[in-house]
C-alpha cells in the first residue's frame, strides 16, 4: 500500500524526536526498510514525493496499420508490432477494432494444395478400380 506524504513526514518527524528506527516501524505498522528508503529520498532528493508512473498510452493509427497489412499479406503480429513498436496483444486488438483478420495465405494455399493432392489421389484409386473391374470382364 502506497503511503501518503503526510503520513511519511509524521513517521520521520517520530523518529527525529529521538524514537529508534525499530520502535518508529512498529507503531506505524511500516518495515524499518521502508524508513530507510523514506530517509534516504528526503536525504537525496528533498522530497518524499512517490514516483510518477510512465506509461506509454499510444494509440496505433488504423489507417497506417491497414496499410502495412495490405502491403505484408503474410506479416505475423510479432512483426507488425515490431514495425508500430508495442506488444502484438496490441496489434490484435487494433485489428480487430479496425474489422482486419489475418488470414495467412500460405495457410490457404497449403489447404487448396491438399484438397487437390486428396482429389488426385482418389482419381487415382477410381481409375485403377475400374481397371480392375474391366480385368474381370474381359
Not at 520521520?12 to 518495515?31: N, Q
Request: hydrophobic share 40%.
Amino acid at each position: 500500500m502506497a503511503c501518503g506524504i503526510d503520513f511519511r513526514k509524521r513517521v520521520l518527524a517520530y523518529v527525529e524526536e529521538g524514537h529508534t528506527r525499530k520502535e518508529t516501524a512498529k507503531l506505524f505498522d511500516i518495515s524499518t526498510n521502508t524508513l530507510y528508503i523514506w530517509e534516504k529520498q528526503l536525504k537525496e532528493q528533498g522530497h518524499l514525493n512517490r514516483k510518477q508512473r510512465i506509461s506509454k498510452a499510444q494509440k496505433i493509427p488504423l489507417d497506417k496499420l491497414e496499410k502495412f497489412v495490405k502491403k505484408h499479406l503474410n506479416a505475423f503480429l510479432k512483426e507488425i508490432a515490431e514495425e508500430f513498436s508495442c506488444t502484438p496483444s496490441t496489434i490484435w486488438r487494433a485489428l480487430k477494432r479496425a474489422g482486419i483478420t489475418l488470414k495467412k495465405q500460405l495457410a490457404i494455399e497449403n489447404r487448396i494444395q491438399k484438397k487437390f493432392v486428396n482429389t488426385r489421389i482418389l482419381l487415382r484409386s477410381y481409375l485403377i478400380y475400374q481397371l480392375f473391374i474391366v480385368m474381370k470382364l474381359v
